[in-house]
């Protein structure tokens, strides 16, 4: 039984590029499976030898989410409440994953494999879930099943896992097509009645009618591997300009506010705000790791201001611009909400 292991990777900063090193590295050191990563950056030369099969994938399709349309954090000293389609961090990820799955199945494919473990880059298995993963391999292999799923439900409805699962990859190619633009992404949600165009929800309605191939259980990621240093990167990260409150009273100052999510991390933010064209405020800020980052400034209702974001990693830069036309323009932006 040939096995192969799909490491879907985006290599936009030192850390994860490195993190991605460090996730094939300890493949390497405890298998002997077939090395395949597919990455939306073009990586380096490192890390392209250490895998049996390296793709990059320049296309890096993206999409707004049409479910999730808030967030929110609570910290020791405020509550921060966001729209995200208002403050324009609707964007999502989800096509682009998918391209970089599909992409590891079909070279896999290729390969003659029988069964591809498709993986994040943000998992370090440790020796013990490795072997659960070998044994979750070869029941597949005795009980004849094409397979394997973590299922949960979220608020849309079941979703099946992406960041972890393992199929025949004749099996997968036959249900799914991969999509090269929005536009296609967006259809496939439509095709199979997806109430949602999250990733893991539109996978459950592709394959809810062929499970009865496949084993699946109804855990999380967390749950089924909970030894090793995992899924500690995430492209859920947000930049915005909320109005402050204190005490749910507002204050006419409003307040760059950023969230970030991975773990570990090393890019650099810088900000620039003008009113009616003229630059009143700027800053810098290192993302190192989970948190958040505020600045407030003064804003009246008769300026026009505009906001603009750069977050610079490794080959990328996130540019970000967004204008409103005074205070009461952002007002349905969400908040942040300093506690009395």
């Not at 030898?49 to 479910?67: G, P």
């Not at 991390?265 to 009616?276: F, P, S």
């Amino acid at each position: 039984m040939k096995i192969a292991i799909s490491i879907s990777a985006y290599t936009n900063s030192p850390a994860a590029l490195e993190l991605t090193k460090k996730c094939i590295k300890n493949i390497k050191d405890n298998t002997d499976y077939f090395v395949i990563c597919t990455n939306h950056l073009p990586g380096d030369e490192e890390l392209a030898k250490m895998c049996d099969l390296y793709l990059y994938e320049k296309n890096n399709v993206l999409t707004t989410h049409t479910f999730y349309d808030s967030s929110w954090i609570i910290t020791d000293s405020f509550r921060m409440d966001l729209n995200l389609k208002k403050s324009k961090n609707n964007i999502y990820h989800g096509p682009a994953v998918h391209q970089n799955i599909y992409n590891g199945v079909s070279l896999a494919k290729m390969v003659n494999i029988d069964y591809v473990i498709c993986m994040n880059f943000d998992v370090i298995l440790s020796k013990n879930e490795f072997i659960k993963v070998n044994d979750t391999i070869e029941q597949l292999h005795n009980q004849q099943k094409s397979a394997f799923f973590l299922k949960s439900f979220e608020q849309e409805g079941y979703n099946l896992k992406t960041v972890f699962f393992i199929t025949n990859p004749d099996f997968y190619l036959s249900k799914i097509n991969n999509t090269t633009s929005e536009a296609e992404y967006n259809e496939l949600m439509r095709s199979v009645s997806a109430p949602s165009n999250g990733l893991e929800n539109m996978y459950y309605h592709i394959f809810e009618s062929h499970l009865h191939e496949c084993n699946v259980i109804e855990q999380t990621e967390q749950e089924f591997f909970s030894e090793g240093s995992n899924f500690t990167n995430s492209q859920a990260e947000y930049y915005a300009v909320l109005p402050m409150t204190v005490g749910g009273v507002h204050t006419n100052t409003a307040v760059i506010a950023c969230t970030f999510k991975n773990q570990t991390d090393n890019r650099d933010l810088h900000y620039e705000v003008y009113e009616d064209n003229q630059l009143i405020l700027s800053g810098d800020y290192k993302i190192k790791s989970a948190g958040w980052f505020v600045n407030k400034f003064l804003m009246n209702n008769t300026s026009v201001y505009k906001i603009v974001f750069s977050v610079i990693g490794i080959g990328t830069t996130m540019n970000k611009v967004l204008v409103y036309n005074g205070y009461e323009d952002i007002l349905d932006a969400g908040k942040l909400d300093y506690f009395n």
